[in-house]
């Protein structure tokens, strides 16, 4: 879920606008400078795949893939995520444009952490690559719904209910979530394995 | 023991009916097109996802208007203030009066009815989830107003809680209205050229582009794949089957599009890209761009000011 215009006091969307702003600098800075067009037009791709839909039950619900594109892009990703939500804001309204920085820390900070992490912990067989890929595609989701609560709290503790039920529909989400990461993670392993090694790094 | 300074309002359990007649309107026409989908499903034609077709942001572009004559450069910077004012304004008929704004510049800038509709369909989920939540959980302060049916003591509606969650649909919806009057009115490659005016880097201006422009892209070939998948006789249902399918369908879609942007990129290259995109448009700022500028910022800060200075007692704590 995406938060929209209005809801956030103004120090934290504009706190958040320049938090954002110096780590979507950070994120460019640490790719390499040829390839800032080649993460633009892999973001198009995380964009579409971010409309698919899964069911569940009677409604569906639509995959935030903040997980994948932190395992594929590494330091990439947050610039990656910052570009397509502002993108998301401003074709569908998904996200209200001042809330753009709440939204990017939102799913760039679960991003970075998830990146990180599979950078450890993939090993080198394929059972490692899909146990980190399910836990991390659902530790992406987990920590996007906490950060979620976190920046409706900040409003007051008017929001606490609503912070309370965001948190608890993100759960069915959690669990698909890994599945569907775990499965990604595999289907790659096997038939492109050099994405798996985080794209367009610099090169320290 | 409950503090003596909120109000409680008992209104007989007739209201309740009231209440879900007027709910059970959306409800039905919601369970009838389930149900219309879940019968096309049936007969092998099977359009269950929703319509994501991505919208045109330009499209209403070639008309004239206040706002198509209006320079992009300044459109954006004054927008963006304006649109910082409005999410912060705090009393209700404050909200009502940028809503009200908002469909008045939405109309100058002929905007169609269709686009807006969209928008504010988009954020309908949203509002709606504040709008049952917020007044069921505000925790009751002094000064509140409850509803409380005779028979369901449990539930107390709090009106401050839905007043709250009236006024951020208000704003989100100005907010969200306007977007069409400041990105659609140019197009979209001259509103990119003005941020890159605006000094915004280089680099991220043609990541949006170039991330714009493959969103078309690459939603036609996950289209496509979703037909090969139907062809073969794929079904979309709540089991780990569709799981693993739509993780290798990600996967593969993931795949192409890392492959193409080698492409892409040697396609660009072989065509002189050499870190910039030649400008589109040229800009002169004349008196009247400054004047609308003017016009936006200075509305916004008088709706902060009366914001700030005039209170408005409505009745029941609104």
Not at chain 2, 225 to 242: C, L, P, V
Request: hydrophobic share 55%; charged share 15%; proline share 5%.
């Amino acid at each position: 879920m995406h938060i929209a215009d209005g809801v956030l006091p103004t120090s934290v969307a504009a706190g958040s606008y320049a938090v954002s702003l110096a780590l979507v600098a950070w994120s460019v800075k640490k790719t390499r400078g040829d390839d800032l067009p080649k993460v633009a037009v892999v973001t198009s791709s995380f964009f579409v795949a971010s409309l698919i839909h899964v069911p569940l039950g009677p409604t569906s619900v639509h995959l935030l893939i903040p997980g994948l594109v932190g395992m594929l892009l590494g330091n990439s990703a947050f610039v990656s995520i910052a570009l397509g939500l502002l993108l998301q804001s401003m074709l569908f309204q998904f996200g209200g444009i001042t809330a753009w920085g709440a939204n990017s820390l939102m799913m760039g900070l679960p991003a970075l952490v998830c990146g990180w992490l599979f950078e450890r912990t993939k090993g080198a067989t394929l059972l490692r690559h899909v146990c980190a890929g399910a836990v991390l595609g659902g530790v992406g989701v987990t920590l996007a719904g906490i950060m979620l609560a976190l920046l409706l709290f900040t409003s007051g503790e008017d929001f606490l209910g609503v912070a309370k039920i965001a948190l608890i529909a993100h759960i069915p989400v959690i669990a698909i979530e890994a599945a569907v990461s775990a499965f990604t993670v595999s289907f790659l392993y096997k038939v492109k394995p050099e994405l798996l090694k985080t794209a367009f790094q610099a090169v320290p | 023991m409950m503090n003596p300074s909120i109000h409680l309002i008992r209104l007989p359990s007739l209201w309740l009916l009231a209440v879900l007649l007027l709910l059970a309107l959306p409800v039905y026409v919601g369970v009838r097109r389930i149900f219309i989908q879940s019968r096309s499903n049936n007969c092998s034609a099977p359009q269950r996802d929703r319509d994501w077709s991505i919208p045109a942001i330009d499209a209403a572009a070639p008309k004239q208007s206040l706002f198509h004559s209006w320079d992009p450069r300044f459109k954006v910077v004054s927008l963006l203030i304006y649109w910082f004012c409005v999410a912060s304004i705090k009393q209700l008929p404050l909200c009502l009066v940028a809503f009200v704004i908002a469909l008045l510049a939405v109309r100058l800038a002929k905007i169609p009815v269709r686009t807006s509709m969209k928008r504010i369909a988009a954020l309908s989920g949203f509002i709606g989830m504040f709008l049952i939540i917020m007044p069921l959980t505000v925790p009751a302060k002094s000064g509140d107003h409850l509803l409380v049916l005779e028979s369901f003591q449990f539930l107390k509606f709090n009106l401050r809680g839905f007043s709250l969650a009236l006024r951020i649909g208000l704003k989100a919806s100005a907010i969200a209205l306007m977007m069409d009057p400041v990105l659609g009115t140019s197009p979209f490659p001259v509103t990119l050229n003005a941020l890159a005016r605006l000094r915004v880097p280089n680099m991220i201006v043609q990541m949006i582009s170039l991330t714009h422009r493959y969103i078309f892209v690459f939603h036609h070939e996950a289209k496509r794949m979703a037909t090969g998948m139907r062809a073969r006789g794929f079904h979309k249902r709540t089991d780990m089957e569709t799981l693993k399918t739509t993780g290798n369908y990600i996967g593969m879609l993931f795949v192409r599009s890392f492959e193409r942007t080698e492409r892409v990129y040697d396609a660009m290259l072989a065509r002189g890209y050499n870190g910039q995109f030649p400008g589109v448009a040229e800009f002169r700022a004349e008196h009247k761009d400054w004047l609308k500028g003017g016009f936006w910022v200075a509305a916004g800060l008088a709706l902060i000011a009366s914001d700030k200075l005039f209170h408005l007692q409505l009745p029941y704590g609104l």
